[in-house]
């Protein structure tokens, strides 16, 4: 039987000038910045603020933090524009059965598509520590 001769390992090749470590790049500029005495889960409590009808959780149970509270409050105010829209809808989508009623679900459909949009551009903003003023809303929201 013949023996294989083991397999030969060629030199290592040296690390990179450096020693290869990573650096991360500093954050941008005008990023989010928490307040001090902000606490660890306000990212939820801001995401909360946009999401219908869970955006009275952080209305209730934060009281005690500005921020979160306008975002709130703005959630509030665009879930109450959201179902005003849905019952203005629903009303003229069963008042003008037929040919009509089609039309009005494709404006139903396309009112539900812009209501997610400003909730994704709030929820954006907010994690951001930026506020989105909704034109006729917010001035509701901040009258309440």
Known sequence: MSEIPPPTIPPATP???????YTPPPPPPGGYTPTPGASSDRTLWLVLSYLG???LVPFFAKKDDPEVQWHAKNGVALFGAEIVVWIVLLILGIVLRGVLS???????CIVWCAFLVISII??????????YRIPVITDFAEKM
């Open 53 to 55: 009808i869970l955006s």
């Open 15 to 21: 690390p990179p000038p450096g020693g290869g470590s």
């Open 122 to 131: 709030c929820i954006v903003k907010a994690v951001g520590g930026q506020r």
């Open 102 to 108: 089609c039309g009005i679900s494709a404006l139903s």
